[in-house]
């Protein structure tokens, strides 16, 4: 229920009229591939995704050309307590505008915590990450220290399952918030929002796919100027058990 309010109520906002000169809002084009190897009481998953802005906008005099957005690769490594909770440990690398003049790159370790629950045909997964941003700052070739947390709160719900082949069909959604504690990306307290609804296949234990609406909404700048982007969101989710 959290998942589909917060998407609902962000969404709507996406949509609304800004009286702020600068806020940024487009329809973005998003794919990501994730891969996992399982051992034992460890694993390891291997992220990268690349957000894309696929038309030319012009913002109240900001000009915001058509680019790749966000290039990102992360690396987790887990540990798997018992069927509940995992603690995991990762690199985030951030770069922005990729490909373009306006590049600037950012690195993030983490530390995470997981915890998970199963509701007859619902999974319900909760993580709490705490990261240490070192974000590029080209004119003075800096990378500044912000700390954030995030809470993500993911649920799939499995619609029909194929025992023989083992194929099934399912819902997934998350929610997920950004809050800055300290440091120079601290321009609000409560700085982004991520949410997701989707519709995925599951091939077999080792192949998934999923389709679906992605959005995303954060503070730019210290006068509050924002960025929403609502997107349409490709994911390959694959997994290895050694």
Same mark, same amino acid.
């Given at each position: 229920?959290?998942?589909?309010?917060?998407?609902?109520?962000?969404?709507?906002?996406? %949509? %609304?009229?800004? =009286?702020?000169?600068?806020?940024?809002? /487009?329809?973005?084009?998003?794919?990501?591939?994730? !891969?996992?190897?399982?051992?034992?009481?460890?694993?390891?998953?291997?992220?990268?995704?690349?957000?894309?802005?696929?038309?030319? !906008?012009?913002?109240?005099?900001?000009?915001?050309? %058509?680019?790749?957005?966000?290039? +990102?690769?992360?690396?987790?490594?887990?540990?798997?307590?018992?069927?509940?909770?995992?603690?995991?440990?990762?690199?985030?690398?951030?770069?922005?505008?990729?490909?373009?003049?306006?590049?600037?790159?950012?690195?993030?370790?983490?530390?995470?915590?997981?915890?998970?629950?199963?509701?007859?045909?619902?999974?319900?997964? !909760?993580?709490?990450? @705490?990261? +240490?941003?070192?974000?590029?700052?080209?004119?003075?070739?800096?990378?500044? @220290?912000?700390?954030?947390?995030?809470?993500?709160?993911?649920?799939?719900?499995?619609? *029909? *399952?194929?025992?023989?082949?083992?194929?099934?069909?399912?819902?997934?959604?998350?929610?997920?918030?950004?809050?800055?504690?300290?440091?120079?990306? !601290? /321009? *609000?307290? /409560?700085?982004?929002?991520?949410?997701?609804?989707?519709?995925?296949? +599951?091939?077999?234990?080792?192949?998934?796919?999923?389709?679906?609406?992605?959005?995303?909404?954060?503070?730019?700048?210290?006068?509050?100027?924002?960025?929403?982007?609502?997107?349409?969101?490709?994911?390959?989710?694959?997994?290895?058990? =050694?």
């Amino acid at each position: 229920m959290k998942v589909l309010l917060s998407f609902f109520l962000l969404s709507c906002m996406f %949509a %609304a009229h800004s =009286v702020k000169s600068q806020n940024i809002r /487009f329809w973005g084009v998003f794919q990501t591939f994730t !891969h996992t190897i399982n051992c034992d009481k460890f694993d390891w998953s291997f992220n990268i995704s690349n957000l894309v802005n696929p038309k030319h !906008h012009m913002f109240v005099q900001l000009v915001y050309p %058509a680019s790749d957005v966000r290039l +990102q690769i992360v690396n987790i490594f887990r540990y798997n307590f018992n069927s509940r909770w995992r603690f995991g440990i990762g690199l985030h690398y951030q770069r922005n505008f990729p490909f373009d003049s306006r590049y600037f790159s950012e690195y993030r370790p983490f530390s995470q915590i997981e915890f998970n629950q199963s509701f007859k045909r619902f999974l319900i997964n !909760h993580t709490l990450r @705490l990261n +240490q941003r070192w974000n590029e700052t080209k004119p003075d070739n800096n990378y500044d @220290l912000t700390f954030t947390t995030q809470y993500k709160t993911q649920i799939i719900y499995l619609l *029909k *399952k194929f025992s023989n082949v083992n194929k099934l069909f399912y819902l997934t959604g998350y929610s997920e918030e950004y809050i800055t504690l300290f440091g120079p990306l !601290h /321009f *609000k307290t /409560f700085s982004e929002y991520w949410g997701y609804i989707g519709v995925g296949y +599951q091939y077999n234990k080792n192949l998934k796919m999923e389709l679906g609406l992605g959005y995303e909404w954060m503070v730019r700048n210290s006068i509050y100027n924002t960025r929403s982007i609502l997107y349409p969101s490709f994911n390959l989710i694959t997994n290895l058990r =050694v």
